[in-house]
């Protein structure tokens, strides 16, 4: 709850609701694949202008942490893909924490370490094998630094990791994978990690417009649909897909893992055949979603769980590839202002502070899965297909 002042002097409103005090688990995160971006500097009144509390990033940029050091706000840095291999020797783990996390401790409170992302449905399988081992090798060297204690290691996952998740009392992990995730999930639980999953209805509704509602997907006022398996009401897709995650768990022994929403998000503009991308959606999907967060309910499910959900993103980021969505999926402007009306101030910047790291490896840092129903589903709703598209190589 650190600096709630922030958010009640700015006086944040959400359609006509007023947030006083600070959300509790919002996250927000922070990608920075363009070269128009302000400063870290101009981007912590940002982070605070949306009552955000925990930010996620895709590297561990030095100017980012140093910028929000004694802020109080967390921090998941991330370990790219593209050094997955090297993390598997624990010397290089080792070297890799000192320099970039244990640096910035105690001053910026990084919390987690999120090594590789949607690296099971990547289209390199090659990195697979790499997973586990650059989990242990950097969990080892926060160990070996003392900082086991206060930092996890964890990875983030596509729901195109799930066979099945409709109903989402039938959530199940994709057969082919098992023999993967079965050690992660021992190796989370063993380290008291929470387990990050990357969530997009927007990607179902794209897929199949004319079956899965608009509202359903929105949070808008719905019948919804009822789980024949538990007899539980779903009126959005979100949380069914968060059940469906928690029942896979549940399948195979690890019922109480705790589970992040590590993306979620809407982009306010995408090419034609890219339906529903519109910033009236997005003003919806995350308007009502944070609402649903700030009121502290849990899904159907878990009610009594915590909603630990980062929202995808900080910015509308200019040099990602892909459909014209990839780069359209920010709550800002590059300059600072708002990217739709969603009722906080912006705060003007000049842009052009600040340029990507430059790495000549791309970085997977945005929702890189797209989705679709099999052709043999009898439900439109939220079945998966477990053959994904990547717009991102290594």
Same mark, same amino acid.
């Given at each position: 709850?650190?600096?709630?002042?922030?958010?009640?002097?700015?006086?944040?409103?959400?359609?006509?609701?007023?947030?006083?005090?600070?959300?509790?688990?919002?996250?927000?995160?922070?990608?920075?694949?363009?070269?128009?971006?302000?400063?870290?500097?101009?981007?912590?009144?940002?982070?605070?202008? /949306?009552? %955000?509390?925990?930010?996620?990033? *895709?590297? !561990? @940029? &030095? $100017?980012?942490?140093?910028?929000?050091?004694?802020?109080?706000?967390?921090?998941?840095?991330?370990?790219?893909?593209?050094?997955?291999?090297?993390?598997?020797?624990?010397?290089?783990?080792?070297?890799?924490?000192?320099?970039?996390?244990?640096?910035?401790?105690?001053?910026?409170?990084?919390?987690?370490?999120?090594?590789?992302?949607?690296?099971?449905?990547?289209?390199?399988?090659?990195?697979?094998?790499?997973?586990?081992?650059?989990?242990?090798?950097?969990?080892?060297?926060?160990?070996?630094?003392?900082?086991?204690?206060?930092?996890?290691?964890?990875?983030?996952?596509?729901?195109?990791?799930?066979?099945?998740?409709?109903?989402?009392?039938?959530?199940?992990?994709?057969?082919?994978?098992?023999?993967?995730?079965?050690?992660?999930?021992?190796?989370?639980?063993?380290?008291?990690?929470?387990?990050? /999953?990357? %969530?997009?209805?927007?990607?179902? *509704?794209? !897929? @199949? &417009? $004319?079956?899965?509602?608009?509202?359903?997907?929105?949070?808008?006022?719905?019948?919804?649909?009822?789980?024949?398996?538990?007899?539980?009401?779903?009126?959005?897709?979100?949380?069914?897909?968060?059940?469906?995650?928690?029942?896979?768990?549940?399948?195979?022994?690890?019922?109480?893992?705790?589970?992040?929403?590590?993306?979620?998000?809407?982009?306010?503009?995408?090419?034609?055949?890219?339906?529903?991308?519109?910033?009236?959606?997005?003003?919806?999907?995350?308007?009502?979603?944070?609402?649903?967060?700030?009121?502290?309910?849990?899904?159907?499910?878990?009610?009594?769980?915590?909603?630990?959900?980062?929202?995808?993103?900080?910015?509308?980021?200019?040099?990602?590839?892909?459909?014209?969505?990839?780069?359209?999926?920010?709550?800002?402007?590059?300059?600072?202002?708002?990217?739709?009306?969603?009722?906080?101030?912006?705060?003007?910047?000049?842009?052009?502070?600040?340029?990507?790291?430059?790495?000549?490896?791309?970085?997977?840092?945005?929702?890189?899965?797209?989705?679709?129903?099999?052709?043999?589903?009898?439900?439109?709703?939220?079945?998966?297909?477990?053959?994904?598209?990547?717009?991102?190589?290594?």
């Amino acid at each position: 709850m650190a600096d709630s002042h922030f958010s009640v002097n700015l006086g944040l409103f959400f359609t006509g609701f007023l947030f006083p005090v600070l959300v509790s688990s919002v996250g927000i995160n922070y990608g920075q694949i363009a070269n128009n971006l302000p400063s870290p500097e101009h981007v912590v009144p940002l982070v605070k202008a /949306i009552g %955000a509390n925990r930010v996620k990033l *895709y590297d !561990a @940029d &030095p $100017k980012v942490l140093k910028a929000f050091a004694n802020t109080g706000v967390e921090f998941i840095v991330g370990l790219g893909n593209e050094y997955l291999s090297k993390m598997t020797d624990p010397a290089n783990a080792q070297a890799w924490v000192k320099s970039n996390v244990q640096a910035y401790l105690p001053a910026t409170k990084i919390t987690s370490i999120a090594v590789g992302n949607e690296v099971l449905t990547f289209n390199d399988t090659s990195l697979s094998g790499c997973l586990l081992p650059a989990m242990q090798s950097v969990h080892t060297a926060l160990v070996n630094l003392k900082l086991d204690s206060q930092v996890t290691v964890t990875t983030a996952h596509s729901v195109a990791i799930l066979q099945s998740s409709y109903p989402p009392s039938t959530g199940a992990f994709r057969q082919d994978l098992k023999g993967c995730i079965s050690p992660i999930l021992d190796f989370l639980s063993k380290t008291c990690s929470p387990f990050l /999953i990357n %969530a997009y209805p927007f990607f179902a *509704y794209k !897929a @199949d &417009p $004319k079956q899965v509602s608009l509202d359903f997907v929105l949070f808008q006022p719905n019948a919804g649909i009822v789980d024949p398996g538990n007899n539980l009401h779903y009126d959005n897709m979100l949380f069914a897909q968060i059940d469906a995650v928690y029942a896979a768990l549940a399948s195979l022994g690890y019922k109480k893992l705790p589970v992040q929403i590590s993306e979620t998000g809407w982009p306010s503009k995408g090419d034609e055949n890219e339906v529903g991308a519109s910033p009236e959606n997005a003003k919806k999907y995350n308007g009502n979603l944070l609402k649903l967060i700030n009121q502290k309910k849990g899904t159907p499910a878990r009610p009594n769980s915590d909603l630990n959900i980062f929202v995808f993103a900080m910015f509308n980021e200019n040099m990602k590839p892909g459909p014209t969505s990839e780069r359209n999926y920010g709550l800002f402007k590059p300059d600072g202002t708002p990217a739709y009306g969603l009722g906080f101030s912006g705060i003007a910047v000049s842009s052009g502070n600040s340029t990507s790291s430059g790495s000549s490896s791309p970085k997977t840092d945005g929702p890189s899965i797209y989705l679709s129903p099999p052709a043999n589903s009898s439900s439109g709703y939220l079945a998966i297909s477990s053959s994904t598209v990547s717009f991102r190589s290594h």
